[in-house]
């Protein structure tokens, strides 16, 4: 089956959900009043399914190809690929004053959903675009702004991020990419990096590639390394193309998925180094990619969530019509559609209620960011501030991690036949296996929440967010409806379970981090319970009288997400308390200790 968006739900939770019906009403998106925000949202779903979704099974098939230094992307990129920048989706959020659309992160986030769930692969370009032009915008130099932000925000010219070396993964600080000063004020830039997503394709005529680098006289460590603007084909004076700077792409990575997004070794200074311009300060390069890192951390998370929808259409309608076996209490002389037996049911209720949990976490954390920005005065800006950093790496992680369970229950509703290529359900869990990875991997994630997010004041971030989260949990206590049952109990445990871990997390990182550590991974799954339960409730209290069924049906969905997900939230709590010896023990065995 095609990939339909399902509008009606992704605004249900842009307004209740993510605020965005408060935001309008206090003045915040004064860009998307008068219906703006479905009318883009629909355009953007135009785009998903007649131009994006089509090419989703070629770009699989068909992968990518190295030519003589050249990458030729599946058949129809290209031209896909000008009708996205004919649409001036490039510029969505980048700032007026550069000539973008300055449009609010929420509505971005859901643009983002409705497009990767068409085409995943294809989108990947796009996103990186996007973070290079906020670096840019907020880190370049006036002359750097001038010459490269109007064509990267038009879409003419794409970027990528240049960080992961054989050497340098994780940490940043084994990077050996070298940048000597020039005396026109210019740098050269020798060294390789892996893992460059479009750092080579034939959709534009120039790629901006952001580059970390090390200067000669730098410290070592994170401290140490430099942002360079380089791009594949210079400038003239006159701002025109110019010669091939001295960089290419080396090879492709053959991959798991994502098969239609060409992943690149590239090199750079083959002869006398590629040229490059300073992004920021010397030795303050890091600061400036996180820039563009937080954002692609948001929108890998949207991955997961995309995928997840994509992956529950596919094994709803599946098996809506796979008849096997006769379901129990049935008294049809034929088979039933296996919809019918209840582990079926639980299946997809389970794909359907983590979704839409991740969902929500996704499009809060696009609010906060908004907020961050928007709001009416500085203390505001502040807190919705440290609220994004707080959910970021939840949205990333949880989100990416739904994703990929989600895929995996689809393909074992379809039972064989998800493990044959031609349904595509197999392509799905292959493309977003990545999404757990890359950008900072789900683990690296748990730790920054644990050991930097959560500790911001004290523990301030997270005691308004639990403090959000009873308010919810108050208003359900309020409604006498007995088709709520027990989730207003669930709710209560989970969050008391997320205040109980961060207290114990809080005392014991200073004392024992390592034992606060051990946690980490159970902690940032406890937290998205708990935020996912909260979020899950609150659309279920605002839709209960909806007319459309599809708003109704949240209420089903957060009881379902109570009594099967967030009950874990008491296991949890246990793990992160009391699991850090048997962890360490276990790994001194694995090491080899005696």
């Given amino acids: 089956m095609t990939y339909r968006a399902p509008v009606s739900e992704i605004m249900f939770t842009l307004r209740e959900a993510a605020g965005l019906d408060r935001g309008l009403a206090e003045g915040l998106y004064p860009d998307l009043a008068d219906g703006m925000a479905e009318q883009i949202l629909n355009e953007a779903t135009n785009l998903a399914h007649d131009v994006l979704d089509p090419l989703n099974r070629i770009g699989d098939k068909e992968g990518c190809r190295l030519v003589d230094g050249q990458v030729t992307t599946p058949t129809g990129w290209v031209e896909a690929y000008r009708q996205w920048q004919a649409g001036g989706w490039s510029g969505l959020t980048a700032p007026v004053e550069e000539g973008g659309m300055g449009l609010p992160q929420v509505l971005d986030a859901a643009c983002q959903e409705v497009w990767t769930s068409a085409n995943m692969a294809f989108m990947l370009c ?73 750092g080579e394709h034939d959709l534009t005529d120039n790629i901006i590639h952001l580059v970390l680098a090390r200067l000669p006289d730098a410290p070592q460590g994170t401290r140490g390394i430099s942002l360079f603007l380089v791009p594949k084909i210079l400038l003239n004076p006159d701002g025109t193309l110019g010669a091939r700077n001295d960089l290419r792409c080396h090879g492709l990575e053959h991959k798991m998925g994502i098969h239609g997004s060409p992943t690149c070794t590239m090199i750079y200074g083959d002869q006398e180094g590629a040229i490059g311009w300073l992004i920021g300060e010397e030795n303050r390069g890091l600061a400036c990619m996180f820039t563009m890192m937080n954002a692609a951390r948001l929108g890998v998370g949207l991955q997961g969530v995309a995928i997840a929808e994509r992956a529950s259409q596919k094994a709803l309608s599946y098996a809506r019509e796979r008849r096997q076996g006769r379901a129990a209490g049935s008294d049809a002389e034929n088979m039933s559609p296996i919809i019918h037996h209840p582990d079926i049911s639980r299946s997809l209720m389970m794909m359907k209620s983590l979704t839409a949990a991740a969902r929500a976490i996704c499009y809060l954390t696009a609010a906060a960011i908004d907020r961050g920005h928007r709001g009416a005065d500085e203390s505001m800006r502040k807190a919705n501030a440290e609220r994004a950093a707080l959910l970021t790496p939840l949205a990333k992680a949880f989100a990416t991690d739904v994703g990929i369970e989600v895929a995996n229950i689809g393909i074992q509703v379809h039972g064989g036949m998800g493990f044959i290529e031609e349904t595509g359900a197999a392509q799905l869990l292959r493309d977003v296996r990545i999404a757990a990875i890359y950008e900072g991997t789900n683990g690296i994630q748990a730790i920054d929440l644990v050991q930097r997010k959560l500790t911001v004041n004290g523990g301030a971030a997270m005691r308004r967010e639990i403090a959000d989260m009873r308010l919810i949990q108050n208003m359900l206590e309020t409604i006498t409806d007995e088709d709520f049952g027990t989730l207003s109990k669930r709710l209560a445990q989970s969050i008391a379970s997320l ?43 605002a839709g209960r009288n909806a007319s459309d069924p599809a708003l109704r049906a949240y209420r089903a969905l957060a009881r379902f997400f109570g009594d099967h997900v967030a009950v874990e939230a008491k296991v949890l709590e246990d793990i992160i308390t009391s699991g850090s010896d048997s962890l360490h023990a276990g790994a001194g065995f694995l090491m080899g200790d005696s």
């Fill in 126 to 198: 796009p996103l990186l675009a996007s973070g290079a032009i906020e670096a840019v915008a907020r880190h370049g130099s006036a002359q750097l702004r001038r010459l490269y932000l109007p064509k990267m925000i038009s879409g003419e010219w794409t970027a990528t991020m240049n960080l992961t070396e054989p050497q340098a993964g994780s940490d940043l600080s084994a990077l050996r990419t070298r940048a000597e000063r020039s005396s026109d004020g210019t740098y050269r830039i020798k060294g390789q990096k892996i893992y460059i997503t479009y």
């Fill in 499 to 541: 205040e109980s871990a961060s207290q114990w997390l809080l005392a014991t990182l200073a004392l024992r981090p390592q034992d606060a550590l051990a946690g980490a991974n159970a902690y940032l799954r406890l937290f998205a319970l708990a935020r996912g339960c909260a979020s899950l409730t609150r659309l279920a209290i």
